[in-house]
Each structure stands twice: as structure tokens, then as C-alpha cells.
């Protein structure tokens, strides 16, 4: 087996599928950030939600708000629905697992929020969950998927925005889902920070 080739191919591959996602996925991104941004602007604050690698894209999105991603600025209100393992283990063992976000919406959500919510297949229970909650509390949605979208793809309302990466393959899809926060990152603070 040659490793190298083996490696670079993964390299090659991941370069393709965001090459191939950037004309489908560029303006949908551009309206999810002017949304994202008018959230905060109007003192709101932006849920992430999503489970295994898509658990670790919600921590990284919050914290790249709360702290910074390239530039100095303010805090900006952003929570990961994936980090306290008390409300999550209390949650999934009186209700269930499929509870574990949305109360957490239901709970902390407002209207005028927006919702992350990411899943690689488009058909996790729980985040399915925590969008039927955001709607019922009037509040944005942002849907981080693949695979064509999966049963959130079909759910989603009129004004929410889909970012759903045109690949089945699930290492592409949260290594394009990773780019994507980025680009969410980017525009927020381009946008808050007035950067051309």
C-alpha cells in the first residue's frame, strides 16, 4: 500500500468537493451570515447543535464567536447545545435522547435567534427536534448538511437557509462544513467590524 499517494488523494478530494460545493453554497452562506449578523446586532444569540464531529463543529463555531476568530472585537452571544453533559445525560435519560437539544432550544431560544444546526446525513433525530422547537419559538434556522439534506432538507421553512454541501461522503461533507463555519466566522466579523 503506498500511504503517500493514499494521503494525498484525501488532499485532492477535499479540494474538489469544496471546489465543487463554492457555486451552489456561496450565496446561501452570504444570507446566512447577514442573518447570523442581524441576530447579534439586535442583541439576540446564535444555538449550535449537532452530534459526534458535528458536536465538535458547534463547540468550534461558539467559541470562535465568544472569543475571536482572526480579529480583535467583542464577545458575540453564541452557545453550543453540546457541552453540559448534565443537561444532556439528564435530558436523554428522563425524556430521550432525541430531547437532548430541543428542550435546550425551548429553553434558552428566543424569538429573533438563530439556530446551527448541523447534521452530516440531514436525518438526526435530535437536531430534527431542536428545528421543530426553534420554529415553534419563531426562531431562525441555519441547517449545516450533505448527503442532498436528508429529512431536514425537507423540513425547513421558506425562510430558513439550507447549506447542505453537495457530497455522500461524510469526511468531505464536515470537512466542507468546517470551511463553512469559517466562512461564517469571517463574514460576521467583516460585517460587525465593517472590513472590505
Sequence with gaps: MDLIARVAKHFEDSAQTKLNAVDMMAAPIAAAIETMTNCLINGGKILACG????????????????????????????????????????????????????RQVRGLGHAGDVLLAISTSGNSANVIEAIKSAHEHDMHVVALTGKGGGLIGDMLRDDDIHLCVPADRTARIQETHLLVIHCLCDGIDALLLGVE
Design 51 to 102: 452530534n459526534g464531529g458535528s458536536a465538535g463543529d458547534a463547540q468550534h463555531f461558539a467559541a470562535e464567536l465568544i472569543g475571536r476568530f482572526e480579529a480583535e472585537r467583542q464577545e458575540l452571544a453564541a452557545i453550543a447545545l453540546t457541552t453540559d453533559t448534565s443537561i444532556i445525560t439528564a435530558v436523554a435519560n428522563d425524556y430521550s435522547f432525541s430531547q437532548i437539544f430541543s
